[in-house]
């Protein structure tokens, strides 16, 4: 009686510590020293954290769920590499979160091989169809159909093993086709998903057979979620490759016979009679044509690493765009998480996204202007922050070629339609992510994407195909403007962080918009605020909102700011104070991302597996 009593008097003097709090401006650190337990408020003195801190001398291994993150970490303990596990991993993870990523879609690989002392993106977004013109989608609008990309994630899995790992296909998509087979349990997310997403779903009836097996609306977690049809496709591969491997091929070959079957055979003939029955332009072509490609990063250099991420079919060049304006102020000085800190980083997100709207899209079809990346652009940008206000809309873009902050052909305003076409709504509620690192040097950091509740799902084959040509842009003013044989833009990147010309770091986060401006978050979290990756995934967050969202034109939600709550409210009303219109986001909030990482300090043999408790991802270690 005497302990619940003692712990009634505390619970009562912390609440009335907070409200002293409140009216102070007294830090949260300072309100909770007295307790010892201040878990995941930031001290440089704290041994608390959400979770156990996750190391290993061999592997580490975090992703969007559980089982994925078993899969990579069983791999690594069979004798493969990073990117045997990685790829593993990630063919689990689109088993089991098919609300979120689903065979198939986009998956952007960032990677760093050891062997070959080289870091290298493969590209994880698919050509547009050969019928996919602006003036088709001009006449036509995008539907649920009709945007359907040719899917990226087989062949960055297979070129993956191909070039930098040792196991076959059959080997690294055996706790996948496990997965499918004896299935999986619903998890919470993915009942969310179900139940916010059942119209959507509705649509095609081949989806409501598979996501709703006991009836609509009879969804609970824990309920036995099996896949035999995507178990078909994965046998149909594994067969594939080891008839060519029976005819005397080589791994490559076998891989190769793999990765053909799924893009030239049945699966491929499959997905366009269906899609062109259903009002879809995706055509058997399209598919059987479709090649991958390994190219290299886009980089930048802030607080003595080097920051890498894919090309502009991903959102990577924004972060490049960030860190190069931040590069020009004295971010430390503002102290951690200050409305003044987290005025600027906001600020450079925004300029980052106007140039990235008007100038990035896929370089095999868009010359990027190679000044964008320059230090002398940098600064012509960062002088329009003005630390007293905020931008009340997305600033305009500027003009690397001619030099300018601001370009003369630039929009005054985005909150009025700029478009030359019709708008349509891109659901977001997707994207996971794989990261792995081993004990030889590897790293291997993924995106994965493409919810198939509301895409098409292929009846008799278990997967589907994402929607990723939403997010092309219907203006031909922009650098993101659709056409055929064109990559999206699409919004996931993965991210790898060198220093001293090794991997120390690995990020990569579902998000949408918000993906990069969590990345950039945490990574400042580290290498400027030295704190361990757990320790910086548990700080909260912020996200600008003050943009038109990828594949559209018109900003709906000007001068946006979301904050998570446990920043404290004068510091909202503060930046309320310099024009941002900050909404909640309640404590924790999963729209701010569930960032991976993996981490390895200079000169240390422990790596570090941390994984985000704002969604369900897991990280293990041995």
Known sequence: MRTL??????????????????????????????????????????????????MGTRGVVSTGHYLATTAGLEALKAGGNAFDAGVAAAMTLKVTKMGYAGWNGVAPLIAYSADEDIVVTRVGAGTAPRAATLDYFLEHGKTATNTALVPADVDVWLAALDRFGSFSFARA??????????????????????????????????????????????????????????????????DAERQALAGGGTRSDGLRAARDAFYRGQPARAVAEFLTSHGGILAYDDMAGYAGAWMPSIATRYEGVDVHVPAGWSQGPRLVLA???????????????????????????????????????????????????????????????????????????????????????????FTASNSTGPESAFEPLDTSSVNVMDAAGNLFSLTESD?????????????????????????????????PGKRPRNTNAPVLVMRGGRPLMGLSTPGADQQLQAILQVLLNVIVWDMSPEHALDQPRFGSDNFPTTGTEVNFTPARLNVEDRIPAHTRDALRNLGHDVRSWGAWNYRTGAVTVTYRPPGDPAMIAAADVRRETVALGF
Request: hydrophobic content about 45%; some cysteine; glycine content about 8%.
């Open 173 to 238: 998509s055996a706790a996948a086709l496990d997965a499918a087979e004896q299935g999986y349990l619903m998890h919470k997310m993915q009942k969310w998903l179900l139940d916010t997403q059942t119209e959507q779903a509705m649509r095609f009836p081949y989806n409501v057979q598979f996501w709703f097996p006991n009836g609509v609306g009879r969804q609970r977690v824990g309920d036995l979620m099996v896949n035999r049809d995507l178990g078909r496709l994965i046998k149909y591969m594994v």
């Open 451 to 483: 919810s198939h509740i509301v895409s098409p799902m292929i009846p008799g084959w278990g997967f589907g195909l994402g929607r990723r040509m939403a997010q092309f842009n219907l203006n031909p003013g922009l650098a993101n403007v659709v056409a």
């Open 323 to 413: 860190l190069n304006i931040l590069r020009q102020f004295d971010v430390r000085s503002l102290g951690f998480n200050t409305s003044s800190y987290i005025h600027l980083l906001s600020q450079a997100i925004d300029l980052a996204m106007s140039d990235s709207h008007r100038w990035i899209g896929d370089p095999d079809v868009i010359d990027v202007p190679e000044a964008l990346y320059t230090d002398a652009y940098a600064r012509l940008r960062a002088d329009l922050i003005d630390m007293d206000r905020a931008f009340p809309d997305m600033p305009p873009w500027g003009d690397p070629r001619a030099g300018r902050a601001i370009a003369a052909d630039a929009p005054t305003s």
């Open 5 to 54: 009593t003692v712990a009634c008097t505390l619970l009562a003097a912390l609440a009335a510590a907070v409200t002293g709090q409140q009216r102070s401006g007294q830090s949260a650190v300072d309100l909770l020293r007295p307790f010892d337990s201040y878990g995941h408020v930031y001290d440089p003195d704290n041994v608390e954290a959400m979770r156990p801190r996750v």
